[in-house]
């Protein structure tokens, strides 16, 4: 069975349209179509719906896709090593990143970069969930995450540092009380993450084991947009701190921690517990373990 024949099937998976499926693989249409044909006639079994495009995979084409990822992503590492025998470490590294840990990237992308100058990284802002998910499918090679609330599963990790977060509020708007409590959280007209996202997810269960909840007025998906909604001055936010030391020495911004700062959550790199471990996923860890950090992000 070629190998390409199966990633023309999760290339038409993925975009859920042949056209599209056929540029992603540079190839025609007709090309990929005849592939997944061949491997359709291999196999003895359907394996895509066609009622004149594409309308989703059979029930074999179901069963068969976390193999045909496996064996494409296990295809791919064995070129890897093979390349790396005896050279440098080449190709694309698929980085997956929580919003939260992306000023962090920088750091570990040059780190990379100096160590492999042969690598290219693609990097993606992503829910953990959807790192998580990406990771058992194939599609990271590595990811960085929270470690400790919702851990991924099957995944090996390495620590980079504690996460801890700050109220952000405009100067001369909204006032702050101080000392702050949690209990005054609840009170104050907040713009945050939606629940969707860890880091809200885990302010939420704080929140709760202190008997309290944030009803906040508005949501979003990024940090950036929380913090356009804050300098309006209606509003404030809760952002961790990794955020809160790019906002140093902004004159509209006002940070206050929040209490209880000694409750730290781990965020780290992550890449799937498989054995053996591919080239990338191995530099990763490697450098991971070897990273040095700006002041400011540690894990005590």
Not at 36 to 61: H, P, V, Y
Not at 262 to 274: A, L, M, Q
């Amino acid at each position: 069975m070629q190998t390409r024949l199966v990633e023309y099937f999760l290339a038409l998976e993925r975009e859920g349209h042949f056209a599209r499926a056929a540029a992603s693989c540079n190839v025609s249409q007709p090309s990929l179509s005849a592939g997944i044909a061949s491997l359709e006639e291999q196999l003895g079994k359907r394996l895509i719906r066609r009622d004149r495009k594409f309308a989703g995979l059979t029930a074999e084409g179901e069963a068969i896709l976390p193999w045909a990822r496996q064996l494409v992503a296990t295809a791919e590492a064995m070129e890897q090593a093979a390349e790396t025998a005896r050279g440098p470490l080449r190709g694309e590294l698929r980085l997956g990143s929580i919003p939260a840990a992306m000023p962090v990237i920088g750091s570990l992308a040059e780190a990379m970069l100096s160590r492999h100058p042969g690598l290219n990284i693609s990097v993606r802002a992503l829910t953990s969930r959807q790192i998580e998910r990406d990771l058992a499918a194939f599609e990271l090679d590595a990811g960085i995450t929270y470690l400790d609330f919702e851990p991924p599963a099957h995944a090996l990790s390495v620590a980079l540092y504690a996460e801890r977060t700050m109220l952000v509020s405009a100067a001369g708007g909204i006032p702050i009380p101080d000392p702050l409590d949690w209990a005054d959280l609840a009170q104050l007209p907040l713009c945050l993450l939606h629940q969707g996202m860890q880091n809200r997810r885990i302010l939420d269960s704080r929140l709760a084991e202190r008997g309290l909840a944030l009803r906040p007025r508005v949501t979003a998906d990024s940090y950036i947009a929380l913090l356009g909604l804050v300098q309006h001055g209606r509003l404030c936010s809760i952002i961790p701190d990794s955020h809160a030391a790019l906002l140093e020495g902004l004159a509209w911004a006002r940070m206050v921690p929040l209490p209880d700062m000694d409750e730290g959550s781990r965020v780290g790199v992550v890449v799937p517990d498989s054995a053996p471990l591919g080239p990338l996923a191995q530099a990763v860890l490697n450098v991971a373990r070897e990273l040095r950090l700006p002041p400011g992000f540690d894990l005590t």
